[in-house]
Each structure stands twice: as C-alpha cells, then as structure tokens.
C-alpha cells in the first residue's frame, strides 16, 4: 500500500532547515507526526542535504528510553555528537522525558557542539508553554492536521481504485482524516476500535497524566457533550446546569472551563470565538467548538450521524485551518444572524457560509440573507454539497464544498 507523503508539511520543515530555531511539530495522536519525522529525514537524505551519520533519533514511545532522565538523555545525546558537523536531532514524542525543555535548552545553546533540533509532541499546551518561555522567539510550531480531503481522496484512488470524489467523501465525512484509519479503508469496525482507542488515550495521556480530575465521569460527560454539540454555541453556564438536571450533580462553570482548556490542550477540540459586527470585537464567550477529527465526533456517538450539517462546518474549520489563515471566527451581524466562518489574514477578510442542501429557494434566501449587513468588498463564499453552483448579482460565490477542498487556491 502507498505511503501518503505530507508533502506541504516537509516544504515547510525545509524553510526552517538549517536555522537557529527549535522546529516544534504538534498535533492530535496517531495524526502522522512520527512517519513525518521519518519522512522529513528521508527527504533530507535524498536531497544530499545530510549524512546518516550526522542523523540522532530518539522515539519515547520506546519504554526503554522513558526511563531516561533528562540528564541522562542529554549525556546520551552529548556522547555520540560530532563537534565538527552539523548535529540533526529527531526527537519523537519528547513530552514523554519529565522536564525534557532542560536538556533541549542545554542543547540548543551548547557552544562545544552544532544541534538542528526537530521535536514531536501531541500535547500543544507543554509546547506553547514550556518552549515559548524557555525560547522566546526560538522555536517555531509546525501544526499537524489530519489528512485533508485532497490528501484521502488521492491515497484512495490510488489504493482502492474509487475514483468517485461523492462517494469517497461520504467515508471522509464519517471517519475523518486520521492517517491509521485509511488501511482500514473497507473495515469499518477496526476504524471505529482505532478512533476509540485514539480518544481513550488522548483523556488518558494527555489530560489524566497531566491534570487532577475530581470527578472522572463528569469530565467524560462534559467531553461528549462538547463532542456532540460541534459547530453550536456552547455556554459553561448551560453546561453546568445540564448536568445538574441530569446527574443531579454539581459542576460549577469555572470548572468547566477549566476542562474545555486541557480538551483543547490535548487537541481533542478547537475553540472558534464569535466576533461581533455591532461591537466591532470579539465576544467574551465560550464560542463554538469543532472537533479535530469529524471520526472523533462519529465514534463517540457510535456513528449514528444525525447532524450533517456541524460535520459540514467541521470539515471547513479544520480546512480553513490548514490553509494557515491567521484568525477565524464566527460571525455575530447586527441582525443577531450567524456567519459560519469569518477568515482574516491582515487587513484581508474573507466571509463563508457552509450549507449541505442548497436547492430550495427558501434555503438559498436564508444563506444568502446572512451577508445582508455586511457592507464590505470582501470576497463572500457559500459552500454547498447539493444545488446550483454560480455567483449572485451581489458577487457571492457559491460552490461545491468538494471541489472547493480539492482546489486549495479558494
């Protein structure tokens, strides 16, 4: 079976080849960070740009190597270190070494020996954290995201010979984009016990590990709710007083903030805020939430898919973010209506409305109505899985939300 090369991700690991600066690779669990390490030193390796002998690895995966302090690792590191060479340092799943930023800044800073240092962690927080204080303008965070559509959709074709994009999308729409469902392809009970087992190891890991819990099971039910309402206004308030009614137990909202943090943190979720046309800001609220895998949502509600239309948004979300647009908010206009995203890259913005059915007249005049107070030129996108593709009088694009995720120029 053919390998998905990541390619974007290893022309943007070149950029920084060779410069003073901690290349930091984040994302969710089993998203591809170690075969892009592998991949990344391949490439160097055939581009003539190093020696193997000039290459260190280390993967803290291996239960051997977790039980290195930070110390030992650096000495370990030290001892095979060439003092006339460039020194490539692949550092997989670092979080795993208790204080591991001691001996990256030891590193880093060594004046006998040349490191480039590449380190990979599912874990965002310990990285923005720990390395942003420790090296302030020093390290830069390379973002994984799962496979995008244009992405799956070639490795099916080339695998599995399906060449129909409506059909191949339908899968992607429930299992997502995570690289280790995709020789599953066909299995759909072995994607969901891999989807499920990623989760359990994400709350284990990256939340439990790191985190004093008090109630385990409330925090379970926060996660599904969160999960479940992908692409609604969430309030903690609400969250707090639903499970009183529910559980007749007390959870108060701070907590549940607290919560909606380290769910972040471990990149379970991403949180989308609302900006405000009447204020000209944004609003200090909890916003929406999207998931960072539309499997990761199916699979917690054992994939029965009762709301296409938040997998729709998520999909955009989570694409919008790796066209690496600087900000992205929901819109809040004058009206009290909603648009779906708001894309600002310096003084550029760009307006999308995601809607899955848009053959109906009724539907086509309630989306199109949401952009009716904004007043600005910028370029306004109404993306659709079903209906007629053209561009209103008003310059309103709308679109196939396919062809749109296949063509990255939009």
Known sequence: MNEIVRQKYIDELDLFFNK???????????????????QYKIHLL????ITTNQMFSFDFNDIKLR?????????LIIAQANSEKTNYLFLDEVQEIKNFEHCIISLFENKQYKFDIYITGSNSKMFSSKLATLFTGRNVEIKVYPL??????????????IHDKYQVFEKYLKYGGLPICLDSFNQPLAIETKLLSLINDAIEKD???????????EFKKI??????????????????????????????????????????????????????????????????VYAADTGIKNSMLNFEINNRGSLLENIVYLELLRRKNKTIFV?????????????????????YQICENFSETTTQERE???FSSVKDSYQKYILILYGEEKTTKNGIKIINIIDWLLNEEN
């Open 148 to 161: 995008s559509f244009k992405e799956y959709f070639e490795f099916v074709k080339m695998n599995y010979n």
């Open 20 to 38: 003073k600066v901690i290349k930091v690779i984040t994302g969710i669990r089993r998203v591809g960070k170690s075969t892009l390490l592998e």
């Open 46 to 49: 055939k581009e003539n740009k």
């Open 223 to 288: 996660l599904k709710y969160l999960i479940v309402n992908i692409g609604q206004p969430i309030s903690t308030t609400n969250i707090a007083n639903t499970i009183k009614s529910n559980n007749k137990s007390i959870v108060s909202a701070k907590t549940i903030d607290r919560y909606i943090d380290w769910i972040s943190e471990a990149i379970l979720i991403y949180r989308c805020y609302f900006y405000s046309f009447s204020t000209k800001s944004i609003l200090n609220t909890a916003g929406k």
């Open 207 to 217: 939340i439990f590990s790191r985190h004093k819990v008090e109630n385990v099971n």
């Open 368 to 370: 199109i109505s949401s």
């Open 67 to 75: 039980k290195l302090s930070y110390e030992q690792l650096y000495d």
């Open 331 to 351: 819109g809040k206009t004058k009206q009290n209506k909603e648009i779906d995203f708001i894309v600002e890259n310096g003084s550029i913005k760009v307006y």
